[in-house]
T-cell receptor, first 111, second 117 residues
Framework: RKEVEQDPGPFNVPEGATVAFNCTYS??????FFWYRQDCRKEPKLLMS???SGNEDGRFTAQLNRASQYISLLIRDSKLSDSATYLC????????????FGGGTRLMVKP | DADVTQTPRNRITKTGKRIMLECSQT?????MYWYRQDPGLGLRLIYY???????NKGEISDGYSVSRQAQAKFSLSLESAIPNQTALYFC????????????????FGPGTRLTVT
C-alpha cells in the first residue's frame, strides 16, 4: 500500500466549477499536511498547509480528517490557471519529519 | 533572485559519462534533498542531508552520489550515466517552520532536465 494515495485523474471541469480532491495517508503518526501544486515540467510549489481545524485561502479550502486519515482540497470557481497537478504531502515524525509525496491529481479546467 | 537554484537547467549526455548537477540555496535552510521525477510518476527521493556532516540515502540512491560542500550547496553526481537515468531532477530545501507548526515545508529548485543517450 502506498503511504500517500491520490486519484491520478485527470479531473476535467468547466471554468467556474467547484472541484474536490481527496488523499489518504497510511502513517497515523503524521502530524503535518500540505498541498503542493505542480505545473507541467515545473517544480512543485507549496499551495497551502492543512491544519486540524481546516483552513481556507481564497478559493481554496483544505480539510483534515485524522480519524479516517484523509485530507481534502476544495477549489471553488475554478479558473483556467488552476489547471495543474496537485500533490498531497504528509510528514513522518519517525523519520526526521521527512515529507512523503503522493503521486498527484491532475486537474484540467476547460473554457 | 530565486532562493533555490539548479545548474544546469538542461543537459544531454552520453551513456557512461560522469556528470554533476548542482544546487545552491540562499534560504539558510539546513536540510537539502535530491529527487527525480519521471513522466507520469511522482517524486522519488535519491539522497538527503540534514546538515553539512549528514548524508542519507533515499529510496533510489543506486547509481548516484552526493556531496554537501557547504550549508548552501548540495551536488548530485551520476558516476556513469545510463539511459534510464533520463528524468527531471529537483533539489529542495527545508527548515523548521517559523509558524510554530513543527512542520518542515520543502521548497524546490526549478529542476534539471537530464537526457542520457
Amino acid at each position: 500500500r502506498k503511504e500517500v494515495e491520490q486519484d491520478p485523474g485527470p479531473f476535467n471541469v468547466p471554468e467556474g466549477a467547484t472541484v474536490a480532491f481527496n488523499c489518504t495517508y497510511s502513517n497515523s503518526a503524521s502530524q503535518s499536511f500540505f498541498w503542493y501544486r505542480q505545473d507541467c515540467r515545473k517544480e512543485p510549489k507549496l499551495l497551502m498547509s492543512v491544519y486540524s481545524s481546516g483552513n481556507e485561502d481564497g478559493r481554496f479550502t483544505a480539510q483534515l480528517n485524522r480519524a479516517s486519515q484523509y485530507i481534502s482540497l476544495l477549489i471553488r470557481d475554478s479558473k483556467l490557471s488552476d489547471s495543474a497537478t496537485y500533490l498531497c504531502v504528509v510528514n513522518d515524525i519517525n523519520a526526521g519529519n521527512m515529507l512523503t509525496f503522493g503521486g498527484g491529481t491532475r486537474l484540467m479546467v476547460k473554457p | 533572485d530565486a532562493d533555490v537554484t539548479q545548474t544546469p537547467r538542461n543537459r544531454i549526455t552520453k551513456t557512461g559519462k560522469r556528470i554533476m548537477l548542482e544546487c545552491s540555496q540562499t534560504k539558510g535552510h539546513d536540510r537539502m534533498y535530491w529527487y527525480r521525477q519521471d513522466p507520469g510518476l511522482g517524486l522519488r527521493l535519491i539522497y538527503y542531508s540534514f546538515d553539512v556532516k549528514d548524508i542519507n540515502k533515499g529510496e533510489i540512491s543506486d547509481g548516484y552520489s552526493v556531496s554537501r560542500q557547504a550549508q548552501a550547496k548540495f551536488s548530485l553526481s551520476l558516476e556513469s550515466a545510463i539511459p534510464n537515468q533520463t528524468a527531471l531532477y529537483f533539489c529542495a530545501t527545508s527548515a523548521l517552520s517559523t509558524s510554530g507548526s513543527g512542520s518542515y515545508e520543502q521548497y524546490f529548485g526549478p529542476g534539471t532536465r537530464l537526457t542520457v543517450t
